[in-house]
């Protein structure tokens, strides 16, 4: 076995290899850019090189640079990781010629497989069912927009050489067809330096259903079962499960030998995963083969009790597959769910900030977290925005599910906008407790999921209120006496002679919030917030509030910090998140607002397309410019018919969330 390997990545995965690296007594050297100088998997490694500036392309990309960090080091392999260069085929043979081991598969099988194009005429003569579609070399726009009309719409435009989501794009007419190809080639380009498209029907209301195999060196191949991945945003997925449900074991044993077979097809070693496209009859369709480790393996490494890192630090030391296919079961149920610093009330865009405060669920037999950060961390624009894989496995669906709801309950992040409301009601919700899973699932149940919850902002505004009151801000010059039984000694606003009344104006969002708190007797108080008025008594110890309102018990915490002369607050109550902050004293500085003819950027992230400039008359939905930040575009577009009469940026400019883009007159509706 190895005594030293290189890990080729950053961030979970990263932290992932070592955590097996090191149950098996193998050292480990970690590479990180400018950005990631002080990342948990620098620490937790063995040794760190440092290869670079912080954009990928200047780091992790850089091929030669790693090589030579293996070589300085005497690490013997290289583990790529997912994403970065872990289906580079030119990385592979770079690895062979500088006799170090790549932890992955043979550059014959990345290269068959990298093409999806290729891909799909190998996978025809391997008996691999196929959907229709135009794989060929001719990739003139009018060729490919041809070979759509001929299909019929809807289809999928996908970069041959992509993943992840990027460079995808659903056409659903004709008439969309060039805007969305120029955005997938864009794509596609930037995150793969091949702009090569193909294009496929879309099969609507199927399933995304993936089998993880593993073949070695000896001519052994298993099969590890299938993960269903179908609820995605933006193509990218983000809850999984194994099993996949509803599926019967001879449709199991279909689809496992059918990726056999495209494994087979293409010699492959290592760890693999083929996608396939499932519809309600039973039919499945190959999508793709990923010639690596994928982010959701641990959900297959729950039910089937395997360590697949572990796997593959084997198969590349030529040792034959641990297990056979009659070895392999599957125990129970696994789901994971990706935590994510995105908004999906706006999208799902990425969101970029410090997490100055990170708690997560304690890890136990049924609760696995998988993570490459820690509190006081940075996100930022550079990378994926996951914080977390959070994985958990229960006896069966429903026991996971629950369990599942409850740790997302237990995680409490601020600093940067989560996804974790999301998908908490996304566990919960009929349709997917019930396995009625689709690729479009969010769209289809849009409404529940993104459904108005019920009205608890007076609630949310009494706890903060009364939080408030009992625990005056650090800066305050005011400080309680050392006697504990002096009227002075208080701090929730009591008064000699007068009524204690204290009043704040609370921001969420753009909208203010006026609070009253009245004492009536120690500990007991009126709190009057959002219009409605409370009877409570409440008590503060540190981060944690007790307290009733109108006779409804309440145990919340609030995690604070100061900012820009204000309290910074977020509570935690129940499943209620809600953050908000103290409006500042007004000490006469210039508070002009945009008047709402400027474009904000919707996130941290760098212009890469520029389709306006100052003068330019635009019709309503003209793409005015395109960001992009952690591997998303996002177009910004003309709401109505107007002119452009001001760009601040150029392509390629780095450009803060909020920061105007450009500014924008409106035609005259009489024009």
């Not at 592979?92 to 990345?110: D, R, S, T, W």
């Not at 990298?114 to 190998?122: F, Y």
């Not at 509803?246 to 070693?269: D, F, H, I, P, T």
């Not at 990706?338 to 890890?363: K, T, V």
């Amino acid at each position: 076995m190895f005594h030293k390997i290189l890990i080729a990545n950053r961030g979970e995965i990263a932290c992932r290899v070592i955590r097996t690296a090191k149950h098996l007594g193998i050292n480990t050297v970690a590479v990180f850019s400018d950005a990631d100088r002080d990342a948990l998997h620098v620490t937790l490694a063995d040794e760190a090189v440092h290869i670079g500036g912080s954009a990928p392309t200047d780091s992790y990309l850089q091929m030669q640079r790693i090589i030579d960090a293996a070589k300085t080091t005497g690490s013997q392999a290289i583990h790529p990781g997912y994403g970065f260069l872990s289906e580079n085929a030119a990385f592979c043979e770079l690895c062979a010629a500088n006799e170090l081991v790549f932890i992955g598969p043979p550059v014959n099988a990345i290269e068959a497989m990298g093409s999806k194009a290729a891909a799909k005429q190998i996978m025809q003569h391997a008996d691999v069912p196929l959907l229709p579609g135009y794989h060929g070399d001719d990739q003139d726009a009018a060729k490919l927009q041809q070979a759509a009309d001929a299909m019929g719409y809807p289809v999928l435009l996908k970069a041959v050489a992509g993943g992840g989501g990027k460079g995808m794009r659903q056409v659903h007419e004709a008439g969309e067809f060039t805007e969305a190809l120029a955005a997938a080639k864009r794509e596609a380009q930037a995150g793969f330096g091949n702009d090569d498209m193909l294009v496929e029907k879309y099969l609507e209301h199927a399933r995304h259903v993936e089998v993880q195999v593993f073949c070695d060196s000896h001519g052994n191949g298993v099969y590890l079962f299938e993960r269903d991945c179908s609820v995605q945003r933006r193509h990218q997925k983000i809850i999984e499960e194994a099993p996949a449900p509803n599926l019967s074991n001879s449709l199991r044993q279909k689809m496992g030998e059918a990726a056999l077979r495209a494994a087979s097809a293409v010699g492959y070693v290592g760890a693999g995963t083929v996608e396939f496209l499932l519809d309600a009859g039973g039919g499945f369709y190959f999508m793709e083969m990923n010639t690596r480790l994928q982010v959701e393996h641990p959900v297959t490494e729950m039910i089937t009790g395997t360590d697949l890192v572990a796997w593959q630090l084997q198969v590349a030391n030529g040792d034959p597959l641990p297990q056979s296919q009659e070895e392999l079961t599957i125990t129970g149920h696994a789901l994971e769910a990706r935590i994510y610093a995105e908004n999906p009330e706006n999208d799902f865009l990425p969101a970029a900030g410090s997490l100055w405060r990170l708690q997560q669920p304690e890890q136990n037999a049924h609760i696995r977290i998988d993570t490459g950060v820690i509190e006081g961390d940075d996100i930022g624009v550079f990378y994926d925005p996951m914080i977390a894989k959070l994985i958990v496995w229960g006896e069966n669906r429903e026991i996971a599910l629950r369990r599942m709801h409850q740790a997302l309950n237990q995680y409490r992040i601020a600093g940067v906008i989560t996804n974790i409301d999301f998908l908490k009601r996304l566990v919960i919700n009929d349709a997917f407790k019930a396995a009625e899973l689709r690729t479009d699932f969010i769209e289809q149940h849009h409404p529940s999921l993104f459904a108005s919850s019920p009205n608890t902002l007076p609630t949310a505004l009494a706890q903060l209120a009364l939080y408030l009151i009992l625990t005056p801000s650090h800066a305050s010059p005011r400080k309680p006496t050392a006697d504990p039984t002096s009227p002075w000694h208080s701090q929730d606003a009591w008064r000699m002679n007068a009524p204690s009344q204290w009043q704040a104006i609370l921001l969420a969002g753009a909208d203010e919030h006026r609070v009253t708190v009245s004492r009536t007797a120690p500990g007991n108080y009126d709190v009057v917030a959002a219009g409605e008025t409370f009877r409570a008594t409440a008590d503060a110890v540190g981060e944690r509030l007790e307290c009733t309102l109108n006779g409804h018990r309440h145990t919340a915490e609030v995690f604070e910090r100061g900012h820009n002369g204000s309290r910074e607050l977020l509570l935690f109550s129940g499943a209620q998140t809600f953050a908000c902050h103290t409006k500042p004293l007004d000490l006469g500085a210039d508070t002009n607002v945009a008047n709402g003819t400027g474009f904000k950027a919707p996130m941290n992230g760098t212009v890469v397309a520029l389709f306006a400039e100052p003068g330019q008359q635009v019709d309503a939905g003209t793409t005015l410019a395109i960001m992009e930040a952690m591997k998303m575009e996002h177009a910004i577009k003309a709401p109505t018919a107007g002119t452009v009469t001001d760009v601040f940026y150029a392509i390629g400019d780095l450009v803060d969330g909020g920061a105007d883009l450009l500014t924008f007159e409106a035609a005259d509706a009489t024009d």
